[in-house]
């Protein structure tokens, strides 16, 4: 894999390091994201390393950067970047959230952290948000490289979501115009965009829904510059399609921490509670009060603890040989 030009200007906040880096997916689009290291780090004592990625439609600077901060103030190493299609990675169509092409960079991110002097390449952790808790799951399940799993409020049934997001007799609808856009498509047209928010439940957009347009209306500009109100239609329809609670027994025996908000109705509490009864140990289950949105604001500082706490007890201070 190719490794793009890279910024090597590094932004001191304490004890930690901020990195601007890019590397190249195994397609060649080139992903641009922060490299957080604890300002100690040399290359003669390389560091666990953790791929930290946020969820759907998010950039890196929708507060996961908070968490791979809190990570290098422990001792790891952490990177996060921009999904390709958004933010300040490339990728065409833009906004466009291709759930399995998401797992693919996410592959490559760790493959890029194995090339780094300051990182051990047999200590990676991965970690996931929302939409990305789907991708880390199934990483972790499928890439054995992965030493250590952190999911919060994950996604795992993209169907079982969406038709609790849309009414039943919507659905025919929205099914005739997941076609029609795969028609235009063939016709040479470019893909449809609907905005990815609005508060109003009947609306046209991927996440009609109160509590999730009013989360936004809470964040810091600067965490939005970068971000854009705005999927392509296809991407409700990949989200439609994916599954990704089906990998979750194949997680064992990799380390695994699911953080639930018990009054989720985004990615739905339920369906991650059922998930957890079937992954197998090594487990740990934390249930937080309230909806989603509380792993970023109530819980924020505690879940950035936890997901640190996690990785530096199985990645910095690991109990035995994990046999895999």
Request: charged share 25%; proline share 6%.
């Amino acid at each position: 894999m190719a490794i793009a030009p890279q910024t090597e200007v590094e932004l001191r906040e304490g004890t930690v390091r901020r990195r601007d880096v890019a590397f190249q997916a195994d397609d060649d689009v080139t992903l641009r994201g922060w490299l957080y290291l604890p300002a100690a780090a040399t290359a003669t004592t390389p560091l666990p390393a953790v791929v930290v990625v946020q969820g759907f439609g998010g950039v890196k600077e929708q507060f996961v950067d908070d968490v791979a901060k809190t990570m290098a103030a422990k001792g790891l190493v952490a990177l996060l970047y921009d999904h390709r299609n958004f933010g300040t990675s490339d990728g065409e169509p833009r906004q466009e959230a291709d759930p399995w092409a998401q797992i693919r960079d996410y592959r490559s991110a760790i493959t890029y952290l194995q090339t780094l002097p300051e990182v051990d390449a047999d200590r990676i952790g991965a970690f996931g948000s929302s939409y990305a808790g789907g991708h880390a799951i199934v990483v972790t399940a499928i890439d054995r490289r992965v030493k250590c799993l952190y999911v919060q409020v994950p996604i795992i049934s993209g169907y079982r979501n969406g038709v609790r997001f849309v009414r039943s007799d919507m659905v025919a609808d929205l099914r005739e115009r997941f076609d029609e856009d795969r028609r235009a498509r063939f016709r040479g047209e470019p893909p449809a965009t609907v905005p990815m928010i609005a508060r109003d439940p009947t609306a046209d957009a991927a996440l009609p829904n109160v509590e999730v347009y009013d989360w936004y209306q809470t964040i810091e500009p600067w965490r939005l510059e970068h971000w854009r109100n705005e999927v392509t239609l296809r991407s409700i329809e990949m989200w439609w399609e994916y599954e990704p609670g089906a990998y979750i027994d194949r997680v064992s025996p990799t380390p695994m921490l699911m953080v639930i908000s018990a009054e989720d109705a985004l990615t739905v509490a339920e369906e991650a509670f059922a998930a957890y009864e079937l992954a197998r140990e090594p487990k740990q289950l934390v249930v937080l009060p309230g909806g989603h949105f509380g792993v970023y604001t109530d819980y924020k500082e505690h879940c950035e603890q936890l997901a640190s706490d996690w990785f530096v007890e199985h990645l910095v201070e690991p109990r035995g040989p994990i046999v895999r």
